[in-house]
């Protein structure tokens, strides 16, 4: 059954490389893509049941790519925190293609499309699965490339210069990220995770010296917050976003954002967590990397917040309201990541991790939801101009309340989802008992409801403007809108079993022991390779 | 840069630039080489008759076409067939991947037979790798001379 790891993976693939077959053949194209995105979420509901939530789930599989076993081969490894961002995904990533097929024009250049949209999916799983860092690196690489063009696909001034930044500033993180892969082989002899966290669990034995680990995890994390998002490397995600077509965006938003994420916590917390390596620097000291991440991570993250939040009340369209909202909503999830690994207590830890999964859980599908009915805005009224739109509610009720559970599920009204990832998001910042945290996550949240109400008002209130009352709306987008929206009502509704999945993935993401041991790194003598 | 030398040189270089990628291709597995390089090199040969005959060299001189006139470049028929052997060799590489499942092995698992007293040869060890390399090297060929045609054009 461990072939199941690898099957998400398979799909896409296959799916990609069909679409390129096909491109002559419209039909078959739509057919492979659409069988392809099913088949994904199909893929991980299977790898999710046989992980986490089947009776007498393993809790973490591994598969080894080739037979050539690990550290030597290519691992991948899907534990509960694996197969909790890639349920994520397989929201998302079926929403974004179905959408896709209704919102291109007819005669756009589809041909490449299909094609990378399984590729920029294809990256994003892998990068959830690899269990060791150069693979790590490989899929962020598979992602970007095919997110370049994404963001270069209109071919406009603006879009080849929102794409000429974005591929400036990644090409410069990836030399980093590749710097800092190189600099962790040279340090502990190792790429494959699991042996990185049982070398340095136990360094002498190894024959390694740990210490530059704390320099090259912060490059690592510096790659990962640029990726994310976070403050100061937020200044990619506005143009970026609005150049992209709407229903990658909300797949940039909504999965690859989350690469960043996922990758802070995986390497933070299970691969790194175990070092120990005195940290003393003015205001921050401790004995693991951890105390080293914590406080830089919580900085971002309060910047994050504050100029997400702030940046997003002054705009005027709605792609960049969401834009800026991201950034905000990336530093909430943020923040309790940052209480986790700053505190010493295992319990503390565990709810900080799962309070910023839930959140994720939250922002990928809402927000996905959101960016998507941007799609839908523009293809109906043509424009995303909030000075030009109004009285939309009026117009279309399905998309109005659609949108309306995606804003209400930002800004955190129970029983949506967006309530529960809030509640926990305070609730570790009340266990860390930390007032200043509180007092800022207040700030971000009555920013999340200006600059939420403000677009409702002018968009979908008031009087109906000439480009509204002409709308077209598309009936088959709204009703993948609804569905989003029915997915964020019934991770309310059911937050009880989220929540036992989100705990599962919390507890595997700080599980390190069981990490090693599942992919049973075979030792290799001394810190010298043979 | 047509000049009679370029000419003179190209005419004796591409064919062994040709079988050192061929050679490069077929021992990849387990000396440097590999579909990859092989790709590449196979690429500089096509790059050096561009330079030395023109764009044109390959549909007029040896496929002995004619040339639409007010052609796009990335509709002309060459490219578009650089193109199709992009997604073709994908196609193999991800199929030779998909094989080993067959077998209950995992994805990407290889094998190889030796041969002894191959005629000129000799010892001969053809591995299934090779058929993975032949998707990349396709992949390779197609992907840098559609961009080498169209942006030359250009």
Known sequence: MDGLVITPMLVVLVAAVGTLLFRRQPRVRLAVSLSGAVGYAVAVAALAWYVVIAPAAPGIATYQVGDWPAPFGITLVADGLSVFMLSMVATIGPASLVFSARYLPKYDRRTFYYPLSHFLLLGVTGAFLAGDLFNLFVWFEVMLMASYVFVAYYGGPQHTRAAFWYVALNLVASAVFLLAVGGIYATTGTLNMADIAQRLADPAAAGIDPAPVVGLLALLLSVFAIKAGLVPFQFWIPTAYRAAPPPITALLAGASKKVGIYAIIRLSFTVFAGAQVPVSLPWVSGSSPLAFVGPILFVMAAGSILVGGLGAVGRDSVEGVLAYSSIGQVGFIAIPVAIAATTSSPTLRRVGILAALVYALNHTIAKGLLFLAAGTIESATGTTDLDELGGLAGRSPALSSAVFVGTLALVGIPPLSGFFGKLLVFDTAVRAGAASVLALLLVGSLLTIAYTSRAWNRGFWGVRTPAVEDAAVDPIQVAILVGLAAAILAVGVEFESVYRFADAAATAALDTESYVEAVDPQAVNGGEQP | ?154
């Open chain 2, 1 to 154: 840069m047509t000049t009679v030398i370029m000419r003179t040189t190209a005419r004796a270089v591409v064919p062994i630039i040709l079988v050192v990628a061929l050679s490069l291709f077929v021992e990849g597995h387990n000396l440097p080489g590999g579909g990859f390089i092989a790709g590449v090199l196979t690429t500089t040969a096509f790059a050096l008759l561009y330079i030395a005959f023109g764009l044109d060299f390959l549909e007029r001189g040896v496929l002995g076409r004619d040339i639409e006139p007010g052609k796009t470049p990335s509709r002309d028929r060459v490219v578009i067939a650089y193109r199709r052997v992009f997604s073709f060799g994908l196609a193999i590489s991800v199929a030779s991947g998909l094989v080993p499942l067959l077998f209950d092995l995992p994805f990407l698992s290889q094998t190889y037979v030796e041969f002894e007293n191959v005629p000129l040869y000799g010892h001969l060890e053809l591995a299934s790798a090779l058929a993975f390399d032949f998707g990349v090297y396709c992949v390779v060929v197609g992907g840098l001379l559609t961009i080498l045609s169209v942006v030359g054009a250009e």
